[in-house]
């Protein structure tokens, strides 16, 4: 069992930055595929980010590529999502998801590949 706390979010302005965090809990962490999904007012919860459990392999939505980077530290517990350049569009709540076959299908977008889920973190852009 994994249990995942996001932290980071907040106002900032369009072209501004932020970083956030999902720490883990439980020792499977460094087994589990993780992925970052945000949810904006009206609408479903879309892909952003997703990293394999070795970091040898990261998957973007291509509505940020280039302007976030996912990464993560096993030794910490940790996986965190860089955004920059953002948009009042990147608004919305965010959530990390962690699963240890989330990449296993190839489906690594699919909120339904992911068994565990922190509460969110809202992440507001202003223009």
């Known amino acids: 069992q994994v249990q995942l706390v996001e932290s980071g979010g907040g106002l900032v302005q369009a072209g501004g930055s932020l970083r956030l965090s999902c720490a883990a809990s439980?020792?499977?962490?460094?087994?589990?595929?993780m992925g970052w999904f945000r949810q904006a007012p009206g609408k479903e919860r879309e892909f952003v980010a997703a990293?394999?459990?070795?970091?040898?392999?990261?998957y973007y939505a291509d509505s940020v590529k280039g302007r976030f980077t996912i990464s993560r530290d096993n030794a910490k517990n940790t996986v965190y999502l860089q955004m920059n350049s953002l948009k009042p569009e990147d608004t919305g709540v965010y959530y990390c998801?962690?699963?240890?076959?989330?990449?296993?299908?190839?489906?690594?977008?699919?909120?339904?590949?992911?068994?565990?889920w922190g509460q969110g973190t809202q992440v507001t852009v202003s223009s």
């Open positions: 990293i394999s459990w070795s970091a040898s392999n990261t």
């Open positions: 998801a962690g699963d240890p076959r989330a990449l296993y299908s190839g489906s690594y977008w699919d909120p339904k590949e992911y068994t565990y």
């Open positions: 439980g020792r499977t962490f460094n087994n589990y595929a």
